[in-house]
């Protein structure tokens, strides 16, 4: 099956600080990988990457078959792209979000259905007026979730999305992976919750000082004997 997203030896510096050392990635429609990790692996800076927001120093990103160095708009327009902080328009409210994300990426009058369930299934009806700027933490990363999510993006990149999210928030975030990756879109997941990227995805990639240490089947890192096998990679 051809890759959804595919990486070669993808670096990143940021002047003497290397973030990223020769990352490579091969993930088909309809799969899911968890990027795990400690603070300042590399997960955020590959994702931004992935998503368009940071050009690499060097290597190779093809995001749905777009060349995402030599055209990143075209490869954005594939891309559902949630960050790790930031991203929201703090004097507009969740669906003055959801109207103008619809409006740039040109999307037919069902967005409103779209939206509608969305917000619904995140919890977020209730504050759909309200500005952002009032928001918890978890509402927003909620919210940042659902506009992801929104337009049912050929490549759904979440970073850190369970990060102060209630119990309801992780569910609803877990059942937007699992429809997007059964709709054939490739799901990427960073997040330095174990429990969590085990249950999100398919498989698990560990970065340690921005270089790939191991890579496997999610199922091999559950239970005490999987959990210290991360402890040991990390270490």
């Known amino acids: 099956m051809p890759a959804s997203v595919e990486v070669r030896d993808l670096t990143v510096s940021f002047g003497d600080v290397v973030a990223v050392a020769g990352f490579d990635l ?26 368009g927001v940071l050009p690499p120093t060097s290597g190779s990103v093809h995001i749905a078959g777009v060349d995402a160095v030599a055209d990143p708009s075209a490869a954005k327009a594939r891309v559902g792209y949630c960050p790790d902080v930031g991203g929201l328009i703090p004097r507009a409210t969740p669906w003055e979000h959801l109207q103008l994300a619809a409006t740039l990426r040109g999307m037919d009058r069902s ?18 007026d309200r500005i952002t700027a009032g928001f918890s933490h978890g509402m927003g990363r909620r919210l940042s979730v659902v506009l992801a999510a929104f337009h049912s993006p050929s490549v759904l990149l979440l970073d850190e999305p369970f990060d102060g999210v209630d119990p309801m928030g992780v569910e609803a975030t877990l059942g937007v992976i699992d429809e ?21 995805c398919e498989e698990a990639v560990v970065l340690r000082r921005g270089q790939v240490v191991a890579a496997s089947p999610s199922s091999e890192l559950t239970g005490e004997a999987g959990a210290a096998r991360y402890r040991s990679l990390l270490s």
């Open 26 to 51: 091969a993930l088909p429609a309809g799969h899911s990988v968890a990027l795990i990790g400690r603070n300042g692996a590399g997960k955020s800076t590959t994702l931004r990457v992935l998503a």
């Open 111 to 128: 967005w409103r259905q779209r939206a509608d369930d969305l917000l619904d299934r995140f919890d977020l009806s209730g504050a759909a």
């Open 180 to 200: 997007l990756r059964l709709q054939g879109a490739a799901v990427l997941v960073s997040t330095h919750l174990l429990d969590l990227a085990v249950q999100s």
